[in-house]
């Protein structure tokens, strides 16, 4: 008597993240790049965790894809910026897409939290004033620039400004991330990525 195993099924969203053709391994590249910069901007903003991002997994049947902390670590290292610690894994086109369904996942769940960021964005730039002088926009910065500056190689460094910057679009984009369709978004941002 034999048994089959079962995979389990893939999310409805999976459908979704078609692609047309197999990036190129430039194009690949700067997917892990991104991928990586969303979450670790979900992080920062949230004070989420490995074990948040696992359990999105779970919740989305990804488990075959993201088993553990020790497979999520490598997925994140896959980011050719990021400081190499040897673990470092290629990211295929089926990982990028659990990446994409986990980083809207989380997202939605903190959906409010980001609208608020993006509404003190929006009003301090209004009343042209730094960001900072808002607790939570300085706080997201401070925890944004202080991961982004332990986890990157030395090369990509970028000034204050700049990565300011950067959080502060990866902010905004988490708002369009949290909707619904959030993940065929950033799936398409990603795919234009030059």
């Not at 690949?28 to 979900?42: F, H």
């Not at 553990?68 to 997925?75: A, F, H, I, K, T």
């Not at 980083?103 to 608020?116: V, W």
């Not at 990157?152 to 988490?174: G, H, V, Y």
């Amino acid at each position: 008597m034999s048994s089959t195993v079962k995979n389990p099924p893939s999310p409805p969203q999976w459908q979704d993240l078609a692609l047309a053709q197999e990036p190129q391994s430039l194009a690949l590249d700067n997917i892990k790049t991104q991928l990586d910069l969303v979450l670790m901007a979900l992080e920062s903003l949230a004070g989420i965790g490995s074990e948040s991002m696992l359990q999105a997994a779970k919740e989305l049947n990804l488990e075959s894809l993201v088993k553990d902390r020790v497979d999520l670590w490598r997925l994140r290292q896959s980011n050719p910026q990021r400081k190499s610690q040897g673990g470092r894994k290629k990211l295929d086109v089926e990982e990028a897409r659990a990446l994409v369904l986990i980083s809207c996942h989380l997202a939605k769940q903190h959906q409010e939290l980001i609208r608020r960021a993006v509404a003190l964005l929006e009003q301090l730039t209004a009343q042209q004033r730094a960001p900072h002088q808002a607790a939570l926009l300085g706080d997201y910065l401070d925890a944004f620039n202080n991961t982004y500056e332990e986890r990157m190689a030395e090369s990509e460094s970028f000034s204050p400004d700049l990565l300011t910057q950067i959080a502060l679009k990866l902010l905004i984009d988490l708002l369009f991330y949290s909707g619904s369709n959030g993940h065929r978004r950033l799936w398409l941002a990603l795919l234009q990525q030059k």
